[in-house]
């Protein structure tokens, strides 16, 4: 710095001379920057520029950073607002800083001055860089954050839409299949032929089938039955009866059943909801292992009183189920099976919660887990919705 001339007036020299250098710093960054002539803020663009070196100046006298903060976030709207990427953005901006040190480097000013005015210039960019940095970060998340409520949001109506028209639909084919079912009672009381009984099972256990799907649509349209009235109930007994019931399925798939049952564990609750939730994840277990080739195939149920919570977790060592899936597999229409209607878990998931409890899943390599959680009595009873 020559001797005798004062910080300020050198600060001074140096503002005085980016500020008349503003035409040829800006024309040399408009050459070099990535901007296209299309871009909707073009003309934004060029007075942003200016703008730019006028605050340099300012900033040189008086280093504020609040005119930064202002300028950062009108010039990152635009930039979000003109699709342009964060990484062309930063480019511009660090292609500014090196035109300014270039056209400060051309300048008559001694070795020492240029190392004062270089030093206040990357301070002045660093600065920009970080607020605009911020800024852009900042709205982009917002914007992210706004799609992805509107996905939510339209995903939440689609199931809405698709559960009042599953309602309206099973209603509808419940009274004929109600008529149904009971001429076929009919027709099975006055027929003897001893050939006709096991067409009578297959039709019979069709029939079956389709009122449990009509119900899972009934279900998970929260539409239930008069009949749902919670009861004191021994959990372990209901737990015991429901593998009891699918022991020849058990027996023909060559499936191990390892149970870990607590005696008497009492439950508030209504009965054909716990026991469809039971039977529809092990079903759905055997149904995995079938498919899975092993020789020791293995389905693990426990059950266990602990602090006033019932813990219940049903374990089979099939194949894992992705990540992706175990994120979203409560989710209606959500199946890992190639033809399920992906109804079952969701009904589980509702049922579970109507009765103040909660169901997640683990899944690993080694085997995939489902975990219940419920109180062990809830004397104000299921949740009416």
């Known amino acids: 710095m020559n001797v005798g001339l004062k910080e300020s007036e ?8 980016l500020e008349k250098s503003q035409p040829i710093i800006v024309e040399k960054w408009l050459i070099g920057a990535k901007i296209s002539e299309d871009d909707p803020y073009y003309e934004e663009i060029i007075k942003n520029g200016k703008r730019t070196v006028e605050l340099i100046s300012r900033y040189i006298r008086v280093q504020d950073e609040s005119w930064i903060i202002t300028l950062t976030k ?10 342009v990427n964060i990484g062309e953005f930063i480019a511009n901006i660090n292609f500014g800083r090196s035109v300014v040190l270039s056209v400060l480097n051309e300048s008559s000013f001694n070795r020492d001055e240029l190392s004062e005015g270089l030093q206040i210039i990357n301070n002045y960019f660093n ?3 970080y607020h605009s940095v911020t800024e852009y970060t900042k709205l982009k998340d917002s914007i992210i954050q706004d799609k992805n409520k509107f996905i939510q ?17 099973a209603h509808e084919f419940r009274n004929p299949l109600t008529s149904i079912k009971g001429f076929l009672k009919l027709i099975e009381d006055e027929c003897e032929a001893s050939s006709a009984n096991h067409y009578f099972e297959i039709l019979n256990s069709e029939m079956k089938s389709l ?3 009509v119900s899972q649509f009934l279900f998970l349209s929260k539409m239930r039955g008069i009949d749902d009235r919670p009861l004191s109930l021994n ?3 209901l737990l015991r009866y429901t593998i009891e019931i699918l022991y020849p399925r058990l027996l023909e798939s060559n499936i191990e059943v390892e149970t870990e049952i607590m005696p008497d564990i009492p439950l508030f609750g209504v009965e054909e909801q716990i026991k469809q939730v039971i039977l529809n994840i092990v079903i759905n277990s055997i149904e995995e292992l079938n ?3 092993i020789e020791n195939r293995k389905i693990t149920l426990r059950a266990q009183e602990n602090q006033g919570r019932i813990i219940i977790e049903i374990s089979n060592n099939g194949r894992e189920i992705s990540s992706h899936l175990v994120e979203s597999i409560f989710q209606p229409f959500i199946s890992t099976k190639k033809l399920g209607t992906g109804l079952g878990l969701s009904v589980c998931k509702q049922i579970i919660e109507k009765h103040e409890g909660m169901i997640s899943v683990q899944s690993n390599p080694q085997r995939t887990t489902f975990v219940i959680e419920l109180p062990v ?5 299921v949740k009416e919705e």
């Open 10 to 17: 050198f600060k001074e020299q140096l503002a005085s001379f």
């Open 74 to 83: 009108k010039i990152a709207n635009e930039r979000i607002e003109a699709n």
């Open 127 to 129: 600065a920009y860089s």
């Open 153 to 169: 949001e339209m995903h939440s109506d689609r199931l809405t839409i698709l559960g009042q028209l599953g309602a309206s639909f």
């Open 211 to 213: 009122e449990e799907k």
């Open 235 to 237: 959990l372990s007994g």
């Open 291 to 293: 498919e899975n080739i």
């Open 377 to 381: 009595m809830v004397d104000k009873g």
